[in-house]
């Protein structure tokens, strides 16, 4: 009865060992992904110098071949996008992008003019813990930005 109570214990031990490698497995493997796509986006973007149509079915097409579908909310100044498009209501999307202008002081108005329209773009996406057996448990944004597009197209 001793030996059976304590092999018991030691199993459960192991179970838990392995829960955790897995769940740990599973965040690298989702994390490296998502820098994966993150980067892809942003660098769709700076060929494209900005958010266009041919833009997003670059991305919607890279979307779709390496198999992303990790969804999170979107804040209120982002939008959302999802594989058909613009995001769903509710803000929930694949990826949210968010156009940052950048303005240059001037001190008179003929300087003004001088400087050229610039923005950078701001991409957050997500990855989730996704156990096998319990599914997914936390989601996690992962943020990067575009370098300054000078003249940017926008939609």
């Known amino acids: 009865m001793k ?30 992904k998502s820098y ?4 892809e986006i942003i ?18 097409e890279y ?15 982002e939008t ?8 769903t209501e509710g803000g929930r999307g694949l990826f949210c992008i968010t156009e940052m202008t950048t303005e240059y002081a001037a001190e008179t108005e003929y300087t003004k003019e001088q400087f050229p329209k610039a923005a950078y773009y701001q991409v957050r996406v997500f990855f989730s813990v996704d156990l ?6 936390f989601t996690f944004g992962l943020k990067g930005s575009t370098k300054k597009l000078f003249y940017p197209v926008s939609m």
């Open 3 to 32: 030996d059976a109570i304590g092999s018991y214990w030691l199993t459960m031990i192991v179970i838990v060992f392995i829960v955790l490698f897995t769940g740990y497995m599973c965040l690298s493997i989702n994390m490296n």
């Open 36 to 39: 994966k796509v993150k980067n």
């Open 43 to 60: 660098n769709i973007i700076q060929k494209n110098n900005g958010i266009n149509e041919d833009a997003l079915e670059q991305i919607q």
């Open 63 to 77: 979307m779709t071949r390496v198999g992303y579908r990790t969804t999170g909310n979107c804040a209120s100044s």
């Open 80 to 87: 959302a996008y999802s594989i058909k498009g613009r995001g």
């Open 132 to 137: 096998p057996v319990v599914r997914n448990l």
